[in-house]
């Protein structure tokens, strides 16, 4: 870059370079721009996109929420897009690499690469997850339909149980109203959850007890591996061709799913909850914090692969169409979930004759619990699995390639010799392997503890550091006035006014203030059943806090208890901090 700082890189040259040239001969570059903003749009939509986004809004204002959401998009989401995306392209280089600008920063892009690593290694734990439930939807009865399975307990109670009841399996009486029935079970646990825990995870007592390792789903680990490796092993010549199908497909999915969801009966119920507006909420500081924190960890700042794309753009590509066009999508994609989520939700509390706040949920509760057990009402039920599950694959996919992607680039940068870029197949096998063995933990009946553990702390306040950090040392050690002359040779035009603001003062404060508008991670006893696994903790959750990802021992039903943890505000609040899960 031009100006103080960096000397190697004059007018956008790195060093090996006399001036810089549109195309990266040496590095390569995308094979076109359709093939950036897929994969740009495939790490930024992820997971977090349909299992979160829609339960926040939900919680935070219905509709109301829209509004701190779209200005937090606006002042704080688009803004570190673009910063990202132009200093990556400019420069040519990884999360490593740019830091040449200023190298007493380049600890910033040494916390990107662990930031990145640590995600990659349980984020493909997750879909391995998503791998198995779409190998087990390929039955003609979906096995968490109903409670006669060897796993199940005798306080199993499924909706299916259920509606058998009342359809003459059982003589009428007291239990002849489905709604009755719930009644009578609310101290009962669903057929899902029972799968999950009992069957898929056989979840161990403590975080220290191992167990063994659950061989299917080290199997699928080793599956989704492949994937990723076979998908990397030209890195993004060979990623950018697969982006036509990973980044598009979820979204004929969706709209298929959107489809049938709105077609059935309670539907309209389900995404009015969604969207009702409850303005009041705006006042509170939870409700902007929640937005600012959606927005930020949903768009994958700071994680070092927005710097990593980037970097395989031409020199003159526009970066600040493409942030604008990534960043709209991303929440676009987030506001559409949404209907797919309640439009089934709403037919499943219709079904229930419940209200819809019991059957609500988020995270891998909803997406291994709650969606799961909904599909089970539809007809045809495995083939609406095998899609809801397919689609999850491929939004995990997409943001898990370009976690890898980061991390290969950074050090084959690094390293920067022609022997290392003609072994970068191997570096990148190097380090799907190492991946794959440091989530054979993860795997075992402690695992989810571990996954847990990880979500919450490898990437929360050390991403709002990160970012920081690299708004500072861009705007006033590098320079802003420097800065701005790069982007004006890169694009032919400056960055607008509105961008040279938020870079130096608006970004950086909405990001300290929206964390203090936040309470700490978690630290209640439902927190240490999530955290450590201790029976103390369990025994504190039990008493009025219930733990997500359906991990309590003796769970009333997330569609019973009126302390199930669907409905418990003590819940929100020690999962205020969405945990890397929740972004793309």
């Not at 989704?224 to 036509?244: A, E, H, M, P, Q």
């Not at 942030?323 to 994609?333: D, F, K």
């Amino acid at each position: 870059m031009v100006g103080k700082g960096a000397k190697g890189m004059l007018n956008g040259a790195v060093p090996s370079e006399a001036t810089k040239r549109d195309q990266n001969l040496k590095r390569g570059n995308w094979g076109n721009q359709i093939e950036f903003v897929l994969t740009s749009v495939g790490y930024a939509v992820g997971l977090g996109n349909v299992w979160r986004f829609p339960y926040l809004c939900y919680r935070n204002g219905g509709g109301a929420f829209m509004f701190p959401y779209f200005i937090m998009l606006i002042f704080c989401g688009i803004p570190l897009f673009f910063m990202e995306l132009s200093f990556g392209q400019f420069a040519s280089q990884g999360c490593l690499g740019v830091w040449r600008i200023s190298p007493m920063f380049k600890g910033v892009g040494y916390g990107m690469m662990v930031v990145s690593t640590y995600i990659g290694i349980y984020y493909n734990v997750v879909i391995c997850i998503a791998f198995y439930y779409f190998f087990s939807s390929m039955t003609p009865v979906l096995p968490w339909a109903y409670c006669t399975n060897p796993w199940n307990t005798p306080d199993c109670a499924g909706v299916l149980d259920a509606s058998n009841a009342t359809n003459g399996s059982r003589p009428p009486g007291p239990l002849g109203n489905l709604s009755h029935v719930l009644n009578h079970t609310l101290q009962r646990t669903s057929p899902s959850e029972e799968y999950w825990r009992l069957y898929v995870l056989k979840l161990s007592d403590d975080i220290g007890n191992f167990g063994e390792v659950r061989l299917p789903l080290l199997g699928c680990l080793a599956v989704s591996w492949v994937v990723v490796f076979l998908c990397l092993i030209r890195g993004v010549k060979s990623s950018g061709k697969v982006v036509y199908f990973t980044a598009t497909f979820p979204y004929v999915v969706l709209t298929i799913l959107f489809v049938r969801g709105v077609t059935l009966e309670g539907a309209f119920t389900g995404i009015m909850y969604y969207l009702t507006p409850q303005w009041d909420k705006i006042l509170e500081a939870k409700v902007w914090g929640d937005a600012a924190s959606q927005i930020f960890y949903s768009l994958g700042c700071a994680w070092g692969g927005l710097i990593t794309m980037a970097s395989y753009n031409k020199f003159h590509n526009n970066c600040y169409r493409d942030s604008v066009i990534i960043s709209i999508t991303n929440c676009a994609t987030s506001v559409y979930a949404g209907f797919v989520i309640f439009s089934i939700l709403g037919f499943m509390a219709n079904h229930l004759g419940v209200d819809v706040s019991r059957v609500a949920d988020h995270g891998p509760g909803l997406a291994f619990v709650a969606y799961p057990e909904a599909l089970t009402l539809l007809p045809i039920s495995p083939l609406w699995s095998l899609l809801f599950f397919f689609m999850l694959i491929l939004l995990g996919l997409g943001t898990q390639f370009c976690l890898l992607e980061t991390l290969v680039t950074a050090i084959v940068d690094e390293v920067g010799n022609e022997w290392i870029l003609q072994k970068k197949t191997y570096v990148t096998l190097g380090v799907a392997v190492a991946g794959f063995l440091l989530g054979i933990p993860l795997t075992s009946q402690a695992g989810i503890y571990w996954l847990l553990l990880m979500d919450n702390y490898a990437a929360s306040f050390s991403l709002v550091v990160i970012s920081c950090i690299m708004c500072v040392s861009i705007m006033y050690i590098y320079g802003h006035r420097n800065y701005f002359h790069d982007i004006q040779m890169m694009l032919g035009f400056p960055p607008p006014l509105f961008f040279q603001i938020c870079w130096r003062f608006v970004s950086p404060a909405i990001i300290f203030v929206s964390r203090l508008a936040l309470p700490p991670l978690p630290c209640s006893p439902a927190a240490r059943v999530l955290l450590l696994g201790t029976r103390e903790g369990r025994a504190g959750a039990l008493s009025g806090q219930s733990a997500p990802w359906g991990l309590h021992t003796q769970n009333p039903g997330h569609w019973g208890s009126e302390q199930s943890y669907v409905e418990s505000d003590s819940y929100v609040r020690t999962r205020s901090h969405p945990g890397t899960l929740a972004s793309g």
